[in-house]
């Protein structure tokens, strides 16, 4: 049986993972990674990972039998992921820090430390499959369509692929919780986490403020504008707005009005009504390809949110960095900053940042 | 399947450092007093006076291994809070009753120490901080310079955690004597390897502690000499002549006196066999496994530890590995939530090169000729496969 480097978050669902694979036989080793300074939030237990994560990690570890360790990666999630949220903020688009966690540090430092362990396998508890055939491992959709987590692995590097397992990929999330409570888990009746780990309060335009000074320029009032031009209001920041948004832009006004865009370099925002939220072209940037690159004319779906149905798509233009996608429907609020999954079929191929 | 292969796996405890198992002797002596021996010492009746019995005679051993006297000894809530009494407690009685005077103690303490320290810098004491060199020796011209500042009190551990640099202990008590210095030294490591005895080395306080030399954690004694004035830290009944109110943990007095009786009379024995064993340790690791280096070689080190520097290897995985291959030791200090801190102490000594990993083993009462043959052949082990990793 093979040795394999469990991610712990403390939450239930890597709890069941840990058991499923003590029950299948394999050599266990439990590890949480430590990724911020803990004594600058205040844990209110709605986010994974914090320490409060730790302690329930550790505990179902013991009662499964297995080693539980710490990793300090906040060095490397300080970088990878903090920053890119903070600069993609100042930069006036809505950046996804879990997925930037998952591709730069959780997976690829945990096979790396692994490795140094003797385990070549790396598991998580992610709603997400592989299968292996002829031409590779390959990442696919989790059984529980309604909790399926491949979104947030398209930036995974792909020779880190074949050593990625998910013990919980073929349960439903309630089978999760009756299996946790079965075997009287600590974390059985834990609540989802909501929040970004880094900003438990939920209120990141504070967390900006702290990071960026708040006397930065997308945090000063600006002009709100309306697709043609006209100043209809003023809002307090740029960094504070993300497309989509309707709350914030002050009310009163017969139609409801949403952020349709961005623009840092005059601290301006962009308002329209809702028809005007839809469009059916997306530009993908910084990509990973977890295979081959798709080509001009290749018919796929694309995902632009996390719990998003993914929406048919046909690639019109393939670049040295960016790719175009023609959509078959509509999609409202198309995000810059946010990720791009592309799937063909249940098959996860890739993905990139939204421009 | 799973049984067996815990069960062939062979386990090795080599972190006497940070604590050590109750000796049987100990627990033995120790169960009277949670059962029908349960009294409160500053009772009148006989179940009191009982305890007060076991009390006192306890000190009197303490005293006894210390070369002290009886009523030299306060029983502390372990090492931690003998060195925030001694530092903070003897500091407030001497800056009592005029200006704050500077604190001096040496840069590679244990925390309890430093951040006793750290608090007399709160209550307006200037903190003199005495470097070492790169064995982590404290010079006694530093000790000299320092004194001519005028400290309230000097504080230099008797051996040190991490590394195990013995310091010149006894030539630093006099020269703070006379220059009418308080010295407190901090004996929690050195207690049970070396010969400490306070009727030797001019000291004015010195810390022990019991789980060291196993005895029950959560106990440690005091030594104040007689005519030193401490303040309190903490306020109540007045027991432990009011240095350490709070009624009396007799329990583990008991199983201290005799933990520290043992460590003193088997003190001597064991540090030869100990240094045999953490030199075979030390010759193999030397041999086996390139770029590593032996932090305070050349130092006069205590017996049981080791402490050694790895180039090109990663500090989590080298402590992880090592436990996953059965072999429990230490880096350097490890935070509330386990990860892993860099060393002050490597950093006061210069020692701190990055990509290094640093690990401590330190033997104790138990630790055989096996064991050190187990850890022989994991290290090397452990050490190759993350090198091949952290290169590739």
Redesign the interface.
């Known amino acids: 049986m093979s040795k394999v480097l469990l991610a712990m978050s403390g939450g239930v669902d890597s709890s069941v993972a840990a058991a499923l694979l003590v029950e299948q036989g394999h050599s266990v080793v439990g590890v949480t990674m430590k990724t911020f300074c803990y004594s600058e939030t205040n844990s209110t237990g709605k986010t994974c990972c914090g320490l409060d994560g730790i302690m329930d990690a550790r505990r179902v570890a013991e009662t499964l039998g297995i080693p539980h360790y710490v990793f300090d990666m906040e060095e490397a999630f300080t970088a990878a992921v903090i920053d890119d949220f903070v600069s993609e903020y100042a930069a006036g688009r809505t950046p996804n820090p879990c997925v930037r966690c998952n591709s730069n540090t959780k997976i690829p430092d945990l096979l790396h430390k692994g490795r140094m362990l003797g385990c070549d396998v790396i598991a998580t508890g992610h709603y997400a499959r592989t299968h292996t055939d002829g031409s590779g491992t390959h990442i696919l959709r989790g059984s529980d369509r309604a909790k399926d987590q491949t979104y947030f692995l398209w930036g995974v590097p792909a020779e880190v692929i074949p050593h990625l397992h998910f013990p919980v990929g073929e349960l439903t999330k309630p089978e999760v919780r009756a299996y946790a409570r079965r075997l009287e888990l600590a974390t059985a009746d834990k609540p989802e986490s909501q929040e970004i780990c880094f900003v438990p309060s939920g209120d990141y335009a504070e967390f900006l403020g702290k990071r960026l000074g708040d006397d930065h320029a997308g945090l000063q009032p600006g002009a709100v504008l309306s697709t043609s031009g006209e100043v209809v209001g003023e809002h307090g920041g740029y960094a504070r707005y993300t497309v989509g948004q309707r709350r914030g832009l002050g009310g009163g006004r017969g139609t409801p009005l949403y952020v349709l865009g961005v623009r840092p370099a005059t601290n301006e925002v962009v308002v329209g009504t809702a028809a005007e939220l839809y469009r059916d072209d997306v530009v993908l940037g910084d990509l990973n390809w977890l295979h081959d690159a798709p080509r001009v004319g290749d018919q796929l779906a694309v995902q632009v949110r996390h719990r998003a149905q993914a929406v048919p798509a046909r690639v019109t233009d393939v670049a040295y960095d960016t790719v175009t996608l023609k959509l078959d429907r509509t999609q409202r609020a198309v995000t810059p900053g946010q990720s791009g999954a592309l799937f063909v079929g249940d098959e996860l191929i890739g993905g990139g940042r939204i421009r | 399947?799973?049984i067996c292969?815990i069960a062939a796996m062979k386990y090795v405890y080599l972190d006497h450092a940070a604590t050590t198992a109750v000796r049987p002797e100990v627990r033995e002596a120790m169960a009277p007093y949670f059962d029908d021996r349960f009294g409160n010492p500053s009772s009148v009746h006989r179940w009191g006076r009982q305890a007060k019995n076991a009390l006192e005679q306890a000190r009197e051993r303490v005293a006894a291994a210390l070369g002290a006297k009886r009523r030299e000894i306060v029983f502390t809530g372990g090492g931690t809070e003998a060195d925030n009494i001694a530092v903070l407690g003897r500091w407030r009685a001497l800056c009592d009753s005029g200006s704050a005077s500077p604190i001096c103690c040496s840069a590679i303490e244990h925390k309890a120490v430093l951040s006793a320290a750290k608090q007399c810098t709160r209550e307006g004491g200037e903190l003199i901080i005495l470097g070492v060199d790169e064995l982590g020796r404290v010079q006694t011209v530093a000790i000299d310079e320092a004194i001519r500042a005028r400290p309230a009190i000097i504080s230099v551990m008797w051996a040190n955690n991490e590394v195990g640099t013995i310091q010149p202990i006894a030539d630093i008590a006099a020269r703070c004597q006379a220059a009418g210095v308080s010295f407190h030294t901090d004996a929690v490591q050195a207690f049970g390897k070396l010969r400490v005895r306070v009727d030797d080395v001019p000291c004015d306080l010195l810390s022990v502690s019991a789980h060291k030399v196993g005895g029950p954690k959560g106990t440690g004694a005091l030594f104040i000499r007689g005519g030193v004035d401490v303040s309190a830290l903490t306020h109540g009944g007045g027991q432990e002549r009011e240095v350490r109110p709070g009624t009396e943990n007799v329990a583990c007095a008991v199983g201290f006196a005799i933990a520290a009786e043992l460590a003193a009379a088997e003190q001597e024995h064991e540090a030869k066999r100990l240094a045999g064993l953490r030199d075979r340790l030390q010759q193999s690791l030397v041999e086996n496994i390139p770029d590593l280096t032996v932090n305070a070689a050349g130092a006069e080190r205590l017996p049981n530890i080791l402490n050694v520097s790895i180039g090109g290897a990663?500090q989590?995985?080298l402590l992880?590995?090592l436990?996953?291959e059965g072999v429990a030791a230490s880096g350097a200090s490890a935070c509330?939530?386990?990860?892993?801190t860099p060393s002050h102490v490597l950093a006061a000594m210069g020692r701190v090169r990055p990509g290094d990993a640093t690990v401590r083993f330190s033997l104790g009462h138990t630790t055989t000729a096996e064991d050190i043959a187990v850890a022989m052949q994991a290290v090397p082990a452990v050490v190759r496969?993350?090198r091949a990793?952290?290169a590739?």
């Open positions: 399947m799973r292969y990663d989590e995985a992880i590995g436990d996953l509330q939530s386990g990860a892993v496969r993350i990793e952290v590739a």
